[in-house]
């Protein structure tokens, strides 16, 4: 265990920051497989409501650091992908 003041403080910071991180991942995976399960189930108005919310909570995801930006990316991506498939079925 640490000993100088430093490191014990630092380390309550990251005790906090795992809580409020984990928090925030599990949101983000929940949002997005509530769109993707409205994708699935064709209820195109309910995925339209929850598309740009999905991208913003994964843009604020890529921002604090939970994902990296290129992984946001791929998110948005392939998401935005099934919705016009979706819509052009």
Known sequence: MAEHY?????ARQIKRRT????????RLR????????ALEKK???????????????????AKW???KDNTAARYKSRLQ???RKAVAA
């Open 6 to 10: 430093s490191a014990l403080k630092r």
């Open 19 to 26: 809580i409020v991180n984990r928090a925030r991942k599990s």
């Open 30 to 37: 929940s949002q997005i497989k509530s769109l993707r399960k």
């Open 43 to 61: 209820e195109l108005t309910t995925a339209e409501r929850l598309l740009p919310k999905t991208f913003s909570l994964i843009d604020r995801a």
């Open 65 to 67: 650091g939970i994902i």
């Open 81 to 83: 992908a099934r919705f």
